[in-house]
């Protein structure tokens, strides 16, 4: 894993052209729409999207919205749009902004109007649409979790560190690390505000399952989505675990279970989080919950819990880091929050106290709304472009990278291994 970057170290406005293979053209922006100051010129970066439903959605408003807020080296236009049924990629097109809609991922990563490929589709296609647009020579940002093992995520480590050396960028979406909140507390780790770091303890809780009637979507087959609640949920607790601590896991102890293991069939158009059921039934072949512990590299503790089975619990991932100087506390169901405990402070006057993160030198928020006018979850992935756009114009790796995104996986796969040996302690492969 990289050093963690902070996300407002980067130079807003220092711009290089883009170094690529793929063309990047500069041009004035006359095109309603799609971002920047209309009587600049800026070059252009063409951004094509594979996938149009949840995480579709959600980077097409990252995409839309970047260059209307930040001062950008390059200006982002959404060039084109992929998915498999041509009305409803045209009609996904026309709701998102996209200028053009492909059915077929090989098509969109042929164009020469795209530069960077977007990847937001289940992980069984991750690798290949990732390679393939490499090898094509486009920059890649891809959805969590990288892969769907770590083979794939290795062979993709591979591809991206030879694409480097021709100028291409790649990036895995781990979206958390850019709420605002997140950001000040990786920065004040970094600053020794909490001291040497003795726990981080971190839970990821959903509930949409608790329903044994919903349907088996491609998120509980083993073969699309890689695993469950682990690879879901847990992929971004680790990312975000080992990102604010600034060190890896050195091994993990686990215990997963799948409580529902029979669900009706889905029929017609599914996505991951919704579908309608048929009368036959199939097998859940993922984890429902994975609950495990970790060692930080320095000796430091952790636990983690990630499930879709918290009754109650919508998208509630709270994580909390405690030093000998000190505590941070985040919960992405208050994203505008950070709970910081400053236990050098005197004792009558300590305690957790509340840090409104809306301030203009808090990360991110220089380009947004004035102190007390909050943000929300899907601010996380405009910031996610922000800081691809400005990797790209500086020639420098993104973070996370697809090394970090490897990374996760083989944590992802030593729990799994744990888990399989009744939680025997399982060193993490480097
Ligand atoms: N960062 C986050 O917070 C977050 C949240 C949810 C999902 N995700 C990740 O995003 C990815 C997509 O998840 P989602 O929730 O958007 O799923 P989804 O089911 O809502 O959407 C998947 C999309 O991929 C398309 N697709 C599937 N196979 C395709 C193919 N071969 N060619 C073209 N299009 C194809 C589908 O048509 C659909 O549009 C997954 O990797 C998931 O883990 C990340």
Same mark, same amino acid.
């Given at each position: 894993m990289g050093q963690p970057q902070q996300p407002d170290e980067a130079e807003a406005g220092a711009a290089t052209p883009a170094t690529a293979g793929a063309a990047v053209t500069a041009e004035a922006d006359t095109g309603a729409g799609d971002g920047a100051d209309a009587t600049v010129a800026k070059p252009s970066l063409g951004v094509g999207m594979v996938g149009y439903a949840f995480m579709g959605a959600a980077h097409s408003q990252g995409w839309r919205t970047v260059g209307r807020v930040f001062d950008l080296p390059s200006r982002p236009v959404l060039a084109a749009i992929c998915g498999r049924d041509a009305t409803a990629v045209r009609s996904a097109a026309d709701r998102h902004g996209w200028a053009a809609a492909e059915t077929d991922w090989r098509a969109l990563i042929e164009r020469d109007d795209v530069d960077v490929v977007d990847i937001c589709t289940p992980g069984d296609s991750h690798a290949e649409i990732a390679l393939a647009a490499l090898a094509a020579g486009k920059? #890649?940002?891809?959805?969590?979790?990288?892969?769907?093992? #770590?083979?794939?995520?290795?062979?993709? #480590?591979?591809?991206?560190?030879? /694409?480097?050396?021709?100028?291409?960028?790649?990036?895995?979406?781990?979206?958390?690390?850019?709420?605002?909140?997140?950001?000040?507390?990786?920065?004040? %780790?970094?600053?020794?505000?909490?001291?040497?770091?003795?726990? #981080?303890? %971190?839970?990821?809780?959903? +509930?949409?399952?608790? &329903?044994?009637?919903?349907?088996?979507?491609?998120?509980?087959?083993?073969?699309?989505?890689?695993?469950?609640?682990?690879?879901?949920?847990?992929?971004?607790?680790? &990312?975000?675990?080992?990102?604010?601590?600034g060190e890896r896991l050195a091994g993990v102890s686990a215990l997963t279970e799948t409580f529902v293991r029979e669900r009706p069939l889905p029929v017609g158009a599914t996505s991951g989080l919704a579908a309608v059921s048929s009368a036959g039934t199939g097998p859940v072949t993922v984890d429902d919950a994975a609950l495990f512990t970790g060692r930080f590299t320095s000796g430091a503790l952790a636990s983690f819990e990630a499930t879709r089975y918290a009754t109650g619990r919508k998208n509630a991932l709270r994580i909390?880091?405690?030093?000998?100087?000190?505590?941070?506390?985040? &919960?992405?169901?208050?994203?505008?929050?950070?709970?910081?405990?400053?236990?050098?402070?005197?004792?009558?006057?300590?305690?957790?106290?509340?840090?409104? %993160?809306?301030?203009?030198?808090?990360?991110?928020? +220089?380009? !947004? !709304?004035?102190?007390?006018?909050?943000?929300?979850?899907?601010?996380?992935?405009?910031?996610?472009?922000?800081?691809?756009?400005?990797?790209? /114009?500086?020639?420098?790796?993104?973070?996370?990278?697809? /090394? +970090?995104?490897?990374?996760?996986?083989?944590?992802l796969a030593a729990v799994e291994e744990s888990a399989e040996k009744n939680s025997v302690y399982t060193p993490i492969a480097v």
């Open positions: 920059h #890649v940002l891809c959805e969590k979790p990288l892969a769907n093992t #770590v083979a794939e995520a290795e062979a993709m #480590v591979e591809a991206a560190e030879s /694409a480097y050396q021709r100028g291409q960028l790649a990036m895995v979406g781990f979206n958390y690390r850019r709420v605002p909140a997140t950001a000040l507390a990786r920065r004040m %780790v970094a600053e020794g505000r909490i001291g040497t770091l003795r726990h #981080v303890r %971190v839970t990821y809780l959903q +509930d949409w399952l608790v &329903d044994p009637e919903f349907p088996l979507t491609w998120r509980l087959r083993k073969e699309s989505a890689g695993s469950g609640s682990l690879g879901d949920l847990g992929a971004h607790i680790v &990312d975000l675990a080992q990102y604010l601590a909390e880091l405690n030093g000998e100087r000190g505590s941070l506390a985040f &919960d992405l169901e208050r994203l505008n929050e950070l709970a910081y405990h400053d236990a050098t402070e005197p004792g009558e006057h300590a305690g957790f106290r509340r840090i409104l %993160v809306t301030e203009p030198d808090h990360p991110y928020l +220089d380009a !947004w !709304w004035p102190p007390g006018h909050g943000l929300g979850y899907e601010h996380s992935f405009i910031h996610q472009a922000r800081d691809l756009v400005h990797a790209i /114009a500086e020639g420098r790796s993104p973070e996370p990278s697809f /090394a +970090d995104g490897l990374q996760v996986q083989r944590v």
